[in-house]
């Protein structure tokens, strides 16, 4: 079965200060690995996936997270956050790889940046 | 190109009533899905349909709930009758290769 755990329901950060959003999944496959961000008001949008190429997956917005196997994980990074990165961050894992059946969510973390 | 668009933004109604939320996907997407959150908790799947036939429907949560895609373009999801455990926000999905999927800003539905 394929399960995503995000480890932080919150997290807050200074404007300009680097941002970890933590992401552990189980699956029976390689899978394909995904975060979506939501601001207020607004649609899921993707902002980077991993699909079994490069470990280390750049997104939009100076977004970027590695897939480790070894460690199940898919840790979403930022050097630097601005304001506006503000949002409600889904790691989310496809089951099977590539069919896109099934997204599974975790339950999310909401990023707070202060001035 | 216009993303995936759902209406309305938000509902209320009263418990024992029927609403229908709509899903536009993206032209040309064949896969579309509907996701719901409830209560804060995890976003979890309720159906998957590729062009107008469910292809998979195991996370509907019972018979109140049905959805349709007639000549697989857009696509309803209907709740007849209404409790208060459905409030929650509902999310369409599009995608056309299957690896990714591209969301609408959700339906946010209040059943008082």
């Known amino acids: 079965a394929q399960s995503v755990t995000q480890l932080d329901s919150h997290v807050s950060v200074s404007e300009g200060t680097p941002v970890l959003l933590r992401c552990n999944y189980s699956s029976s496959y390689s899978p394909s690995l995904f975060w979506y961000v939501q601001h207020p008001n607004k649609g899921l949008q993707l902002l980077l996936k991993y699909t079994s190429a490069a470990t280390l997956v750049k997104g939009i917005n100076g977004f970027e997270a590695e897939f480790k196997k070894s460690e199940t994980s898919f840790h979403l990074t930022k050097p630097s956050a601005h304001m506006s990165d503000a949002a409600e961050y889904f790691c989310?894992?496809?089951?099977?790889?590539?069919?896109?059946?099934?997204?599974?969510f975790g339950t999310g973390t909401s990023l707070t940046v202060i001035p | 190109e216009a993303g995936v668009t759902q209406f309305p933004s938000h509902s209320v109604i009263e418990k024992g009533q029927t609403v229908t939320l709509r899903c536009d996907p993206i032209s040309g997407h064949d896969n579309l899905y509907w996701y719901r959150r409830v209560m804060g908790k995890e976003i979890k799947f309720l159906l998957h349909?590729?062009?107008?036939?469910?292809?998979?429907e195991s996370g509907m949560p019972n018979n109140r709930f049905l959805a349709e895609r007639t000549g697989g373009t857009y696509s309803t999801l209907k709740v007849q009758p209404a409790e208060l455990e459905d409030s929650g926000v509902y999310f369409c999905?599009?995608?056309?290769?299957?690896?990714?999927?591209?969301f609408g800003q959700g339906t946010r539905l209040t059943v008082v």
């Open positions: 349909f590729v062009k107008e036939s469910k292809q998979d």
């Open positions: 989310v894992v496809s089951d099977p790889p590539n069919t896109g059946n099934q997204f599974y």
């Open positions: 999905a599009s995608s056309h290769s299957r690896t990714e999927a591209f």
